[in-house]
């Protein structure tokens, strides 16, 4: 399928009956439209007329099905507070002017999800839409409709807390005293919808966030499709994007689909300095089906692409700077000469991956302090590790007892350092042989 632009995305969408046929009646309401300006907006009517100030300010409103246009402008959520939950299924485009007439969401009319690094200030992911747990007036559980997440930057670097403030190294823990938040263990984007719920994300930035699993995560329950396209994901812990599946049967109609094509993902970390977890492109659960294709992987600190069993199709992906493996299946790790003869599982008709030195557009200021950095690893930490002869160890040793090692630094110096829109953007405005996510077409 050839590449195109933000709105013709929906309307393929439509041609490829991604509204659900097995819709309940709280789910099929017909929803309004709301209106969402930081420039212009106020109050809670959400009218193009008189837009909402912010999406946090008017989420108690919101009913399934609505349709939500976000006007260029830095949003923190209510009061705030850095996150905004949403629990019914929508429909969300950023990246309009101010007059909802124009669409340019990577250029001129940025709509840029962010927050605070305040104490006590909220941790959870910058955008997390749930709907399995709605239910319907006789108590059984909602399902289908559709949920759409559609031009918006998420960049949690002003959420983040970073070691001295000099924008280098996050930190995991608060520091109530300085009046500073942990940096969020969580992703940019979060989904999990009910059964027979189709999800899709796209034309979407994620950036300096710090989970412990994706920076992008969808879960499709039975009967359900994802569909994660033109997104690009740089500079995140655990995984940049992850699929994961609802499902635990084995009807092969109700089992998750996917379609996960011309994505960038580049600088995935591992979840902290010592992990050896996390530092993945993408990462896809077992029960489920995935398409991966046109994609660009580059840079994870483990890998390119973690299946853990997924019924997978790869076709026509960029690999390149993976520093462990490209592919890793389970537990056997592949560079991409040898996927193919090597995988288990894998769909045997895929073809045309390949590994390319690429030429990245990156800011040189934050390339310098990323080539700098000292990578840890579990194995030296511990090697570093002595036991004393304490007055304490020799009484756990009577007790049978682990005695206890000297402390070691585990936080590298660098680690996660912030990178600015203006520097990491371009880096996910070209594709690289028709590989990877490029700038939405402006409506």
Not at 8 to 34: D, H, M, P
Not at 139 to 166: E, L, T
Not at 376 to 405: K, T
């Amino acid at each position: 399928m050839e590449k195109i632009g933000t709105l013709l995305i929906c309307i393929v969408l439509l041609n490829q009956n991604f509204y659900s046929q097995n819709t309940s009646k709280n789910f099929a309401n017909k929803g309004r439209e709301w209106f969402i300006s930081k420039t212009t907006g106020t109050g809670q009517l959400g009218t193009k007329e008189r837009p909402a100030k912010d999406l946090g300010n008017i989420i108690h409103h919101l009913k399934p099905n609505d349709i939500i246009y976000i006007a260029e402008g830095v949003y923190m959520s209510k009061g705030n507070r850095g996150s905004d939950e949403i629990n019914v299924p929508v429909k969300i485009y950023g990246g309009y002017d101010t007059s909802f007439t124009t669409r340019d969401p990577w250029n001129t009319h940025k709509t840029i999800f962010t927050g605070v690094n305040e104490y006590m200030k909220l941790t959870s992911p910058r955008l997390y839409i749930r709907t399995d747990q709605q239910r319907e007036s006789n108590g059984q559980k909602s399902q289908g409709s559709v949920i759409i997440v559609d031009g918006i930057i998420f960049d949690n670097g002003p959420r983040n807390r970073y070691h001295k403030d000099k924008n280098l190294a996050i930190r995991r823990q608060a520091s109530p005293k300085s009046g500073q938040n942990p940096s969020p263990e969580s992703g940019g984007i979060v989904i999990v919808g009910s059964k027979y719920t189709n999800i899709a994300i796209q034309n979407c930035v994620v950036m300096n966030t710090a989970p412990t699993e994706g920076a992008i995560s969808i879960r499709v329950f039975q009967g359900g499709k994802g569909i994660i396209q033109n997104n690009f994901c740089i500079n995140n812990t655990g995984y940049g994007i992850q699929v994961r599946t609802g499902y635990v049967g084995s009807d092969e109609n109700k089992i998750p689909k996917f379609q996960i094509k011309y994505n960038t993902v580049l600088f995935t970390w591992k979840h902290d300095a010592v992990a050896s977890y996390g530092g993945d492109g993408l990462a896809l659960d077992r029960n489920l089906v995935a398409v991966v294709e046109n994609n660009v992987f580059g840079f994870g600190h483990m890998g390119g692409v973690y299946s853990k069993g997924a019924d997978l199709t790869l076709n026509n992906n960029l690999f390149t700077g993976n520093s462990k493996y490209d592919y890793k299946e389970i537990n056997n790790k592949m560079r991409v000469a040898d996927i193919l003869d090597e995988s288990e599982t894998l769909n045997p008709y895929s073809d045309g991956n390949e590994s390319l030195l690429i030429k990245i557009p990156i800011a040189e200021r934050w390339a310098n302090i990323y080539a700098n950095r000292a990578e840890l690893s579990r194995a030296d930490v511990d090697a570093a590790v002595s036991v004393s002869n304490s007055g304490a160890n020799q009484l756990r040793s009577m007790l049978g007892l682990n005695l206890q090692g000297s402390t070691v630094k585990m936080d590298a110096e660098i680690f996660l350092p912030l990178l600015t829109i203006e520097e990491g953007l371009p880096a996910g405005l070209m594709p690289w042989n028709g590989k990877g996510s490029s700038i939405p077409r402006s409506n």
